[in-house]
């Protein structure tokens, strides 16, 4: 699920779920099934006491989920954070509790969990829950801030520039025609195999950084790469603002997906291996 219409229009976070969570089905030799809510709180109002009220009742998506857990036909759940199943500490824990009842094992982008297994992954998660409660509480604070306001109406609240940018006369974000040459060169490139070395070494002396300097790093290119903001939008306070784009989405998710490969394959082939 995501949080708003907005994300759900505009961001792509549900399709990045949905790539994460089939790569990882058929990477441990699973059947899969996408269970998507499209924009969806998890959370709802609360009561008298201050608890939040149960969510669950007002999202049918994931009560199948629950119930085909509780009918013993799902033993693995991807989620790519704990809070795309609830916000709510009390739903959360209904969810866990049935996790661990029915030793469902749960997946996410940072870790583990085998609830039903382990005290230690059982405790974790509950305190999971209990955070992202928290968090939630706090990021509806924040959301009512002026900054966050002016950041949703365009301007740019943050810090430095992203390379390819610079600021209109009304201090929003547009797009920098001469720098933004060389973001979309440089997405070309790496699609048509080119390496980050050799990238730098096209970058080197012809372009200058945000920093003035004419020399680049494969670091700072493998960070203009995963930038969200050349597809069109960057998160503030959690939430997906809309900015200029300037690479199509199909060749930014395709780039990043070569560049994710490639570290995982590094990562791999770098660890010793005893016999």
Not at 137 to 143: D, W
Not at 176 to 191: G, H, I
Request: glycine residues 8%.
């Amino acid at each position: 699920r995501v949080s708003t219409v907005g994300q759900q229009e505009k961001g792509t976070s549900l399709k990045e779920q949905e790539r994460f969570g089939i790569e990882l089905a058929k990477s441990k030799g699973m059947d899969y099934e996408v269970f998507n809510e499209g924009s969806m709180s998890g959370s709802d109002k609360k009561d008298k006491d201050g608890d939040w009220i149960d969510s669950l009742a007002n999202r049918p998506v994931l009560t199948n989920l629950m119930n085909l857990v509780r009918e013993g036909q799902v033993k693995h759940v991807y989620s790519e954070i704990t809070d795309r199943l609830s916000r709510s500490n009390k739903s959360f824990t209904n969810i866990s509790v049935d996790f661990a009842r029915h030793n469902v094992t749960l997946y996410t982008k940072t870790g583990t969990f085998e609830v039903g297994k382990s005290p230690t992954d059982k405790l974790l998660l509950s305190l999971l829950g209990i955070f992202a409660e928290y968090d939630n509480e706090l990021r509806t604070q924040r959301l009512k801030t002026g900054r966050f306001i002016k950041a949703k109406q365009g301007f740019w609240m943050l810090g430095s520039l992203p390379f390819g940018y610079k600021l209109g006369k009304n201090k929003k974000l547009v797009i920098d025609k001469d720098q933004s040459k060389w973001v979309e060169k440089m997405f070309k490139w790496y699609d048509e195999g080119m390496s980050f070395p050799s990238i730098k070494k096209k970058l080197d002396g012809k372009v200058e950084t945000n920093r003035g300097n004419v020399i680049w790093t494969q670091q700072s290119i493998g960070s203009l790469m995963r930038n969200t903001h050349h597809k069109g939008y960057y998160t503030y306070l959690g939430v997906e603002i809309p900015c200029p784009k300037i690479v199509d989405i199909e060749l930014w998710e395709r780039v990043n997906k070569k560049i994710n490969n490639k570290e995982r394959r590094q990562k791999y082939s770098n660890k010793k291996r005893y016999d």
